[in-house]
């Protein structure tokens, strides 16, 4: 059963971005101008979310670029600059805190591709963990509630790789650990196998079901895999998250189209007739296809 339905970062309906910049950039123009972009996004996110709640949309997706250069090592030495003690900064941050409350929002954040938290090289994973406790006091001042990440590499091995994720995890920060969820991807990691990670460490998984679409490893009834996603998230006393997303060609077909079928919507809900879940659609056309659910399940 669907709860909240909501859409990633870009709202299309709003002509405005999210900006980013050079760094070359904060280097000419000092830390003025770098602020001037983050309260510029953190502003923009605020008014998405004032937005959404007018369109009865509870879920969201905030952009992962709201502070550009934010772990960039010289920007740390340089200008001894920390986002997260610049009363300005978390004085828009508590306001979205307070929307956030009020409103009963689900607010989440997905960090991209370069957090590997498997990878044999140390200053990858460093790297990657430093990026994680960005966005964790990201949502720990915006009142958020995921973190989504995926497993990352196989590297040739990935009984191997499955378990230098596993200790990794296990070795993280439990201010990190509370907001993180398991995503099975497209083309390495199986739904089958995040179950199987999660069963070892206590990971939430977070179902994609175009993911799994894509990369089913041979189970195409996941009906039965219902439970253990649901048994997951039992620890974090919040309801799954799942992702929803429609090929532009076909089922298979990765890219994802502007709006979701409602062959495919029919689908998950049957699929999670019995389990109470929060839906967040990855469409191109973001709110619109959001809106249009809505419509079709009377949300």
Same mark, same amino acid.
């Given at each position: 059963?669907?709860?909240?339905?909501?859409?990633?970062?870009?709202?299309?309906?709003?002509?405005?971005? =999210?900006?980013?910049?050079?760094?070359?950039?904060?280097?000419?123009?000092?830390?003025?101008?770098?602020?001037?972009?983050? #309260?510029?996004?953190?502003?923009?996110?605020?008014?998405? #979310?004032?937005?959404?709640?007018?369109?009865?949309?509870?879920?969201?997706?905030?952009? /992962?670029?709201?502070?550009?250069?934010?772990?960039?090592?010289?920007?740390?030495?340089? =200008?001894?600059?920390?986002?997260?003690?610049?009363?300005?900064?978390?004085?828009? #941050?508590?306001?979205?805190?307070?929307?956030?409350?009020?409103?009963?929002?689900?607010?989440?954040?997905?960090?991209?591709?370069? !957090?590997?938290?498997?990878? =044999?090289?140390?200053?990858?994973?460093?790297?990657?963990?430093?990026?994680?406790?960005?966005?964790?006091?990201?949502?720990?001042?915006?009142?958020?509630?995921?973190?989504?990440?995926?497993?990352?590499?196989?590297?040739?091995?990935? !009984?191997?790789?499955?378990?230098?994720?596993?200790?990794?995890?296990?070795?993280?920060?439990?201010?990190?650990?509370?907001?993180?969820?398991?995503?099975?991807?497209?083309?390495?990691? !199986?739904?089958?196998?995040?179950?199987?990670?999660?069963?070892?460490?206590?990971?939430?998984? #977070?179902?994609?079901?175009?993911?799994?679409?894509?990369?089913?490893?041979?189970?195409?009834?996941?009906?039965?895999?219902?439970?253990?996603?649901?048994?997951?998230?039992?620890?974090?006393?919040?309801?799954?998250?799942?992702?929803? /997303?429609?090929?532009?060609?076909?089922?298979?077909?990765?890219?994802?189209?502007?709006?979701? /079928?409602?062959?495919?919507?029919?689908?998950?809900?049957?699929? !999670?007739?019995?389990?109470?879940?929060?839906?967040?659609?990855?469409?191109?056309?973001?709110?619109?296809?959001?809106?249009?659910?809505?419509?079709?399940?009377?949300?």
């Amino acid at each position: 059963m669907i709860n909240r339905i909501g859409y990633a970062c870009i709202n299309t309906s709003i002509k405005d971005n =999210f900006k980013d910049c050079r760094l070359a950039s904060i280097y000419k123009h000092g830390i003025p101008f770098l602020k001037e972009i983050i #309260l510029h996004n953190l502003n923009l996110t605020k008014e998405i #979310l004032l937005w959404n709640i007018d369109k009865n949309i509870q879920m969201y997706r905030a952009s /992962s670029k709201l502070i550009p250069f934010s772990t960039h090592s010289d920007i740390l030495r340089d =200008f001894k600059f920390r986002w997260y003690e610049d009363t300005d900064i978390i004085k828009v #941050l508590t306001e979205i805190k307070k929307i956030v409350l009020e409103n009963d929002i689900r607010l989440s954040m997905h960090p991209d591709h370069f !957090t590997v938290l498997n990878s =044999f090289k140390d200053d990858v994973v460093e790297k990657s963990i430093l990026n994680l406790e960005y966005h964790e006091k990201l949502l720990e001042n915006m009142c958020g509630t995921d973190l989504i990440i995926h497993t990352g590499g196989v590297y040739g091995d990935k !009984t191997k790789a499955m378990k230098r994720f596993i200790a990794t995890y296990n070795n993280l920060d439990v201010n990190i650990k509370k907001y993180l969820r398991l995503e099975n991807d497209d083309v390495s990691y !199986t739904l089958s196998d995040v179950i199987a990670i999660s069963k070892t460490c206590g990971v939430p998984v #977070l179902l994609d079901i175009h993911h799994h679409n894509c990369n089913n490893g041979g189970i195409y009834n996941i009906k039965p895999l219902m439970n253990s996603i649901n048994d997951s998230w039992k620890q974090t006393g919040i309801i799954p998250k799942c992702h929803i /997303s429609t090929g532009i060609n076909d089922y298979k077909d990765k890219r994802h189209a502007d709006y979701i /079928s409602p062959a495919d919507l029919f689908s998950f809900c049957e699929l !999670t007739e019995d389990i109470k879940v929060d839906l967040m659609v990855e469409a191109k056309l973001k709110e619109l296809a959001v809106l249009e659910l809505k419509g079709l399940i009377s949300i």
